[in-house]
């Protein structure tokens, strides 16, 4: 029997490295990423880089492991990889500094929430961000998406956001 889950390219913006690599979520990607009981997300064939550097090509680590509470956003670039991504129908655009990023893009909420309330009512840290307009603050080391139809981003480092 083959007990493989499937594996996604991802990009994994902390706000000291960026790291390209493949991430393997097990079930939904907001049920694993927001997992109580789990502190690391583990990158698999991943290039780690410092932000703020510009040093060449990093060599390929089969497994790194990434601090869940460090991790600004994650990027699927892929369209594969959104199909189990719930997006509430309640969208409201807003800006947010993420970590070194500044954002523009879609927030999906319940019915009910506004930008007032959303970040505090979230059950976990992480929340879809879609039609997202990416802009580096500090020197990125490798070529940061201008347009990402989706990212995965942790209130955690919303350090401001507004409409």
Same mark, same amino acid.
């Given at each position: 029997?083959?007990?493989?889950?499937?594996? $996604?390219?991802?990009?994994?913006?902390?706000?000291? $490295?960026?790291?390209?690599?493949?991430?393997?979520?097990?079930?939904?990607?907001?049920?694993?990423?927001?997992?109580? %009981?789990?502190?690391?997300?583990?990158?698999?064939?991943?290039?780690?880089?410092?932000?703020?550097?510009?040093?060449?090509?990093?060599?390929?680590?089969?497994?790194?492991?990434?601090?869940?509470?460090?991790?600004? #956003?994650?990027?699927?670039?892929?369209? %594969?990889?959104?199909?189990?991504?719930?997006?509430?129908?309640?969208?409201?655009?807003?800006?947010?500094?993420?970590?070194?990023?500044?954002?523009?893009?879609?927030?999906?909420?319940?019915?009910?929430?506004?930008?007032?309330?959303?970040?505090?009512?979230?059950?976990?840290?992480? #929340?879809?961000?879609?039609?997202?307009?990416?802009?580096?603050?500090?020197?990125?080391?490798?070529?940061?998406?201008?347009?990402?139809?989706?990212?995965?981003?942790?209130?955690?480092?919303?350090?401001?956001?507004?409409?």
């Amino acid at each position: 029997m083959d007990y493989t889950r499937p594996r $996604f390219d991802a990009l994994v913006v902390t706000t000291t $490295f960026q790291i390209t690599g493949q991430i393997e979520p097990i079930g939904t990607w907001l049920d694993f990423l927001n997992a109580k %009981d789990k502190f690391t997300l583990p990158v698999y064939n991943a290039h780690v880089l410092a932000i703020g550097t510009s040093a060449g090509p990093a060599p390929e680590k089969p497994q790194v492991y990434v601090n869940r509470n460090d991790i600004c #956003f994650i990027h699927l670039p892929n369209r %594969d990889s959104h199909q189990s991504v719930y997006m509430l129908k309640n969208v409201q655009t807003a800006i947010a500094h993420l970590g070194p990023v500044i954002c523009r893009g879609e927030w999906h909420m319940g019915a009910d929430a506004t930008l007032v309330t959303f970040v505090d009512d979230l059950p976990g840290n992480f #929340f879809p961000i879609t039609n997202a307009d990416l802009h580096a603050k500090a020197p990125m080391p490798a070529p940061l998406p201008h347009k990402a139809e989706l990212i995965l981003a942790n209130r955690l480092h919303v350090s401001i956001y507004h409409p």
